[in-house]
T-cell receptor, first 113, second 115 residues
């Protein structure tokens, strides 16, 4: 069975601070995909990134960056110079052979002005 | 382009009543998913369809829940009879391509309250 653990339930930072959201996953599949989604206060889930298990290159998109390490089964997400608009719940998820997307419990990020 | 459309956005009903949630996926997408989000259980996959065919309904809580996808542009999730523990936000999502590697696009959700 696949599992995603987001150990940080809530994080509070002050604007302009850097913040890293942790994600640890478990799977027996050799091929799998990892995702991050953002759920702002409005409620909808917004896709941020997808990474396959054979691509361990880090990725940067503006103030967002992702660090995938198979050796530690982690797929961490860093926001640089956080802004109030980054306040949201962030979900890490995994899909494998079954195609099902399994979500972690989410990390609530609050960015204070 | 229109995203995933869900209706209604909010539904308040009394225990025992039938509830029908509706979803229109993104045009051209061939997979559709129904999720439920609660504080206690987080995001749970209830059922998903591929090319209008139900592939896995193992997440459906019990026989009171049923889902249909009569065509590529419409799906329903029905709860009959509804119970207070069904109160949650129900999301519909759609994706294109191979199931496991395709990003899913979510609708705005339907907030269901059963009193």
């Amino acid at each position: 069975a696949q599992k995603v653990t987001q150990a940080q339930t809530e994080i509070s930072v002050v604007e302009k601070e850097d913040v890293t959201l942790d994600c640890v996953y478990e799977t027996r599949d050799t091929t799998y995909y990892l995702f991050w989604y953002k759920q702002p206060p409005s409620g909808e889930l917004v896709f941020l990134i997808r990474r396959n298990s054979f691509d361990e290159q880090n990725e940067i998109s503006g103030r967002y960056s992702w660090n995938f390490q198979k050796s530690t089964s982690s797929f961490n997400f860093t926001i640089t110079a956080s802004q109030v608009v980054d306040s949201a719940v962030y979900f890490c998820a995994i899909s494998g052979n079954t195609g099902k997307l399994i979500f972690g419990q989410g990390t609530t990020l609050q960015v204070k002005p | 382009d229109a995203g995933v459309i869900q209706s209604p956005r909010h539904e308040v009903t009394e225990m025992g009543q039938e509830v029908t949630l509706r979803c229109k996926p993104i045009s051209g997408h061939n997979s559709l998913f129904w999720y439920r989000q609660t504080m206690m259980r987080g995001l749970e996959l209830l059922i998903y369809f591929n090319n209008n065919v139900p592939i896995d309904d193992s997440g459906m809580p019990e026989d009171r829940f049923s889902a249909k996808m009569p065509n590529a542009s419409f799906s329903t999730l029905k709860i009959q009879p509804s119970e207070p523990r069904d109160s949650a936000v129900y999301f519909c999502a759609s994706s294109l391509g191979a199931l496991r590697d395709s990003e899913q696009y979510f609708g705005p959700g339907t907030r269901l309250t059963v009193t």
